[in-house]
């Protein structure tokens, strides 16, 4: 009876290397592939698991197997943001540019008990709510956005080969 070799699992985008001459041992991952200008594809998203720092050879694997799916993920969230800031930025334009409103049919309220002013309150203002809205965007994303900016180099430091 033959021997059955066991299943590995799927590693789809994830690499072994293990080179003795620079002890390089570990995983490299690549996600989201590019053609380049030459015609040959490139990785979008790299990144190195090395089994000494990560601890041995399963956690570096494991690690990197947590990298892959994370990455995936942020893919998506960052479709539903770029989605929600486009639908944000449309609502905008299209209150702006909606118009003065048109004069609806009366409708037939009740006597109140107090009388009411008929001068718009601060809140029933739109330029006050574009203000906050502004004003909460820039709170959200203006650090976040100036510190990645600020970034020497963004990834992993390059390397000197000599």
Not at 7 to 30: A, E, K, L, Y
Not at 84 to 102: D, E, N, P
Not at 124 to 129: K, M, N, T, V
């Amino acid at each position: 009876m033959p021997k059955s070799r066991p299943r590995v699992r799927s590693r789809r985008g994830i690499s072994r290397i293990d080179q003795d001459s620079t002890r390089t041992h570990g995983f490299f991952v690549r996600v989201g592939w590019y053609r380049r200008r030459d015609g040959s594809y490139g990785p979008r998203h790299r990144a190195f698991f090395g089994d000494v720092s990560h601890g041995g050879k399963r956690k570096a694997l494991r690690a990197a197997e947590a990298w892959r799916g994370l990455t995936g993920v942020s893919a998506v969230g960052g479709l539903f943001l770029f989605t929600s800031a486009g639908f944000f930025i449309l609502v905008m334009l299209g209150t702006g540019l909606a118009g003065k409103k048109r004069d609806a049919e009366p409708i037939e309220w009740a006597e109140p008990l107090e009388p009411t002013s008929t001068r718009a309150t601060l809140l029933d203002r739109y330029g006050l709510w574009t203000v906050v809205a502004v004003l909460l965007v820039l709170i959200a994303y203006a650090y976040p956005l100036w510190s990645h900016l600020q970034m020497r180099r963004f990834g992993s430091p390059g390397f000197t080969p000599f």
